[in-house]
């Protein structure tokens, strides 16, 4: 599935179990001698009653992350159109907390999803430590680390990204923005316009990402580049981002849409046989 364009391999997990998602996230995540992705989702159930269903996500390099608003949207798709929920709205849990998913429905069919991804932090010494020079930027966690720098040039991400993924400011690495301001939006709430290119830890540029799209519009507000509305145009597609004042949480709206579908066997480990 993909939203966007930041596609990623889905199982579920609640009826096939993978006993090492970060070997299986790297084999099949490779483009080339894989099934070629971002990475590897896992659906299961929630293993407590605050929540309906849980994720676990796991880059191409194998390391698991914390959060991705693409695959939160992607999965509320999958439980509702495979019948395993007729829940319109889903809690999910993540390792950055549990994310409310309104699935927005047509004909059975989900044709986009809103996620409220929380609210922002701003500070957190564990992923950013603000005495270490890195340029101008605005730091932003959604649940996972993103640094947002406004600049004529986005195309830098190829080149920039992966310097400052691993800067020392960042304890645990980081997601690169690279984000222009195309309008700053208008009158009765007009969302301005922001091109935005990714570069994500883990799994280098991508064609989206939900929780950089949150951040760029959180550093756009805090900047005074734009209002409270921003549609973030990324390499994949748009996405819609309101950060509201009432409750200070982001919210997220976009699509999801399914691939295919098919069969692949475990990649070989030292402690296990190929099976299907």
């Not at 966690?141 to 400011?169: K, R, W």
Request: negative net charge.
């Amino acid at each position: 599935m993909h939203g966007c364009g930041n596609d990623y391999i889905y199982v579920n997990a609640m009826q096939h179990a993978i006993a090492d998602p970060s070997v299986a996230a790297i084999a099949w995540s490779d483009r080339h001698k894989g099934i070629g992705s971002d990475g590897l989702v896992l659906i299961d159930k929630s293993p407590i009653p605050e929540a309906d269903y849980s994720m676990r996500i796991f880059n191409a390099d194998g390391s698991e992350a914390m959060m991705c608003g693409n695959a939160s949207r992607c999965i509320g798709k999958y439980l509702y159109e495979k019948a395993i929920t007729g829940k319109t709205e889903i809690r999910l849990l993540t390792l950055s907390g549990i994310k409310v998913l309104q699935l927005h429905v047509t004909a059975g069919k989900v044709e986009s999803v809103t996620v409220d991804m929380g609210e922002p932090v701003l500070e957190d010494r564990s992923l950013f430590m603000a005495s270490r020079q890195v340029g101008e930027g605005t730091f932003v966690s959604m649940g996972n680390p993103h640094y947002v720098i406004f600049t004529d040039d986005v195309d830098q991400v190829g080149t920039t990204g992966p310097v400052l993924e691993c800067h020392p400011a960042f304890p645990q690495r980081c997601n690169i923005e690279f984000a222009q301001v195309v309008t700053v939006g208008g009158q009765n709430a007009d969302p301005a316009t922001i091109r935005t290119r990714v570069w994500e830890r883990g799994s280098g540029i991508t064609m989206a990402c939900g929780t950089g799209a949150c951040a760029t519009a959180v550093a756009a507000t805090l900047t005074g580049r734009a209002g409270r509305q921003s549609q973030i145009v990324m390499d994949g597609g748009t996405l819609y981002i309101e950060w509201k004042e009432s409750d200070n949480h982001v919210y997220m709206t976009g699509p999801a849409e399914f691939v295919f579908d098919g069969e692949i066997p475990l990649p070989l480990t030292s402690s296990t046989s190929l099976t299907s």
